[in-house]
Antibody, heavy 117, light 103 residues
Framework: EVQLVESGGGLIQPGGSLRVSCGASGFNVSNTDMSWLRQAPGKGLEWVSFIYRDGSTYYADSVVGRFTISRANSRNTLYLQMNTLRAEDTAVYYC???????????WGQGTLVTVSS | DFQMTQSPSSLSASVGDRVTITCKASHDISNHLNWYQQTPGRVTNLLIYDATKLETGVPSRFSGSGSVSDFTLTISSLQPEDIGTYYCQLYGTFGGGTKVEIK
């Protein structure tokens, strides 16, 4: 059974850095296309970043140059390093697997990141 | 910019009712449209992919239709466990969501 568990969220001051993690089980992150998405309080879903199995990465315009997606194959874990955080980055951050048919087919339950002074 | 316009933004229906949610794309997207349910407990499930295909394990009361730029998600008989917010999606773009409640 595929399971995704996010962790690492918390309260961080504007301009600060935080790394959130996504522990995976039931499959290998090394050969799976994966993504981070987020949802601001009371708002809809927003795609943040992709990492494909070949290692190529893509980012939403709102986070490019500030966020970095990566994975640790030995730990079967996906990461999102977030730098220069802004109040508008406050959201629940979800990881998800990305299927070839262009669907996010398995999701974690998210970790809350709050950027506030 | 590419946009997905979802309607209604919320609805309230009785158990057993037929519920319909629509999603309109700003451009022709063929059938590359997916539907998700997000429960109040932040569980997000893929329901329909490629506009009409039922994801494994999803109850058959859920169905999807449409093509080109106009798409529909139908719940044939609303059940209490169907409450939540429903989203359409094409690649990195999501619709604004439809919150479904029970009367």
């Amino acid at each position: 059974e595929v399971q995704l568990v996010e962790s690492g969220g918390g309260l961080i001051q504007p301009g600060g850095s935080l790394r959130v993690s996504c522990g995976a089980s039931g499959f290998n992150v090394s050969n799976t296309d994966m993504s981070w998405l987020r949802q601001a309080p009371g708002k809809g879903l927003e795609w943040v970043s992709f990492i494909y199995r070949d290692g190529s990465t893509y980012y939403a315009d709102s986070v490019v140059g500030r966020f970095t997606i990566s994975r640790a194959n030995s730990r079967n874990t996906l990461y999102l390093q977030m730098n220069t955080l802004r109040a508008e980055d406050t959201a629940v951050y979800y990881c998800a697997t990305w299927r070839g048919s262009a669907a996010f087919d398995s999701w974690g339950q998210g970790t809350l990141v709050t950027v506030s002074s | 910019d590419f946009q997905m316009t979802q309607s209604p933004s919320s609805l309230s229906a009785s158990v057993g009712d037929r519920v319909t949610i629509t999603c309109k794309a700003s451009h022709d997207i063929s059938n590359h449209l997916n539907w998700y349910q997000q429960t109040p407990g932040r569980v997000t499930n893929l329901l329909i992919y490629d506009a009409t295909k039922l994801e494994t394990g999803v109850p058959s009361r859920f169905s999807g239709s449409g093509s080109v730029s106009d798409f529909t998600l139908t719940i044939s008989s609303l059940q209490p466990e169907d409450i939540g917010t429903y989203y359409c999606q094409l690649y990195g773009t999501f619709g604004g969501g439809t919150k479904v409640e029970i009367k």
